[in-house]
């Protein structure tokens, strides 16, 4: 079942500013990013802690982030996108921070996680993407080989499979929902 995502706002005539939009982007990509991590248990990839479970949450993130990005290049000036990519990224990242706390304990993780998506928005700034189709084939299969990285195990070597045929298309039509606001 896809993760009931907020994709319109109670009062249309209000308007929103980037903070708000990337608020809800952010907590709806928690949804999706979730969604994926359990779509691959209830497969049978399994998982050894919730350690592993966040590095595979932030790998779908920043893949997603990445396409939020490609998504709104076509919509939003230059500076509005930034601010918005900008927010979201820190929002994901501070519900990531919080998550991260309770599970390892110490601090920095917010950082970390912004590191992480700026080296794979460079990966993936080389591979193709169609606003309509979505991510091209070399940009799902990086993105199966850093899942498959982060959660390793006995069958990782059909991780990448399966993230490239399930669940990359899944997490881009998600987000191209969540994104509607844009």
């Not at 970390?112 to 700034?125: G, K, P, Q, S, T």
């Amino acid at each position: 079942m896809p993760p009931r995502l907020k994709t319109r706002w109670n009062r249309a005539e209000t308007p929103r500013d980037y903070r708000a939009t990337a608020g809800a982007i952010g907590a709806n990509l928690w949804r999706i990013t979730t969604e994926c991590l359990l779509n691959l248990e209830n497969e049978g990839f399994e998982t050894r802690d919730n350690a592993q479970r966040l590095d595979a949450i932030a790998e779908f993130a920043a893949f997603a982030l990445h396409l939020l990005d490609r998504h709104a290049h076509t919509r939003l000036d230059d500076a509005a996108r930034a601010a918005l990519i900008g927010a979201t990224a820190r929002r994901f990242g501070e519900i990531i921070e919080d998550n991260r706390r309770d599970v390892c304990g110490g601090g920095g993780h917010l950082r970390r996680f912004i590191d992480l998506v700026n080296r794979r928005a460079d990966e993936y700034a080389d591979c193709g993407y169609d606003d309509d189709e979505g991510p091209g084939f070399t940009m799902k299969r990086l993105l199966g080989g850093h899942v498959r990285d982060a959660i390793g195990g006995e069958q990782r070597q059909w991780i990448p499979d399966y993230v490239i045929d399930m669940e990359a298309p899944a997490l881009y039509k998600a987000l191209r929902r969540a994104a509607s606001m844009v």
